[in-house]
Structures are given as C-alpha cells and as structure tokens.
C-alpha cells in the first residue's frame, strides 16, 4: 500500500509560480513511476506530467510543456510539481498517483494509488 498526500495548492495570480509536493508512506517509493493529474471544475481529469522510477524521463501534456517541471526524490519519497507562468485555464484540483507500470503512464487507468488532490486556483 501507498499514501499518498499533496501539499502546496493556492490562489495565486497569472504568471505567478506554485510548487506542489506529494509525500507518499512506505519504503518502496522507488518502485513507482509517479504522476500529476487535474481536474478543471466541469471537465474530466487530465494527465499533466509523469516521471519514470529513477526521475530520469518525464514526459508533459502539452498544455504544460515548458513551464510545469516534474521532479522526484526518492530519498524523501517525494515528488514535486514546479508551476511556472500559470494561467487561469490551469485552475483545477491537482492529484499526484503511483504507478507499477513502465508505459502507458498517461492513462490514469495505469495508476494504482492517488491523493485526495489539492487545489490550484489562478486569477486573471
């Protein structure tokens, strides 16, 4: 079993930066590929960002490419989310989740544990 818990969500203004965290329990933290979700008030969840077990290859939906930033610290078993450049249409609930699976880490149905999600609002 994991547990897994974010941190870091606000109301902040376009352009301005958050980072979000995810603290997951147990001792094989490692062992997951872990990614970032959101979901948008009247819309399905989305993929955001993932990262493999080692941190090596993370991957962005596009909408995101060039200002989120996916990182990972397995020593802290923790994963971040850098946020810069944020716009209004980023607003949403944003859920980290961990995966047993080596591919196909955009489709949420490969997560096998999510957070109960923090909230990100950006103003205009």
């Known amino acids: 079993q994991v547990q897994l818990v974010e941190s870091g969500g606000g109301l902040v203004q376009a352009g301005d930066s958050l980072r979000l965290s995810c603290a997951a329990s147990?001792?094989?933290?490692?062992?997951?590929?872990m990614g970032w979700f959101r979901q948008a008030p009247g819309k399905e969840r989305e993929f955001v960002a993932r990262i493999s077990k080692s941190g090596i290859t993370p991957n962005y939906a596009d909408s995101v490419k060039g200002r989120f930033t996916i990182s990972r610290d397995n020593a802290k078993n923790t994963v971040y989310l850098q946020m810069n450049s944020l716009k209004p249409e980023d607003t949403a609930v944003y859920y980290c989740?961990?995966?047993?699976?080596?591919?196909?880490?955009?489709?949420?149905?490969?997560?096998?544990?999510w957070g109960q999600g923090t909230q990100v609002t950006v103003s205009s």
């Open positions: 989740a961990a995966s047993s699976w080596n591919y196909g880490l955009g489709s949420e149905e490969k997560y096998d544990y």
């Open positions: 147990g001792r094989t933290f490692s062992s997951y590929a």
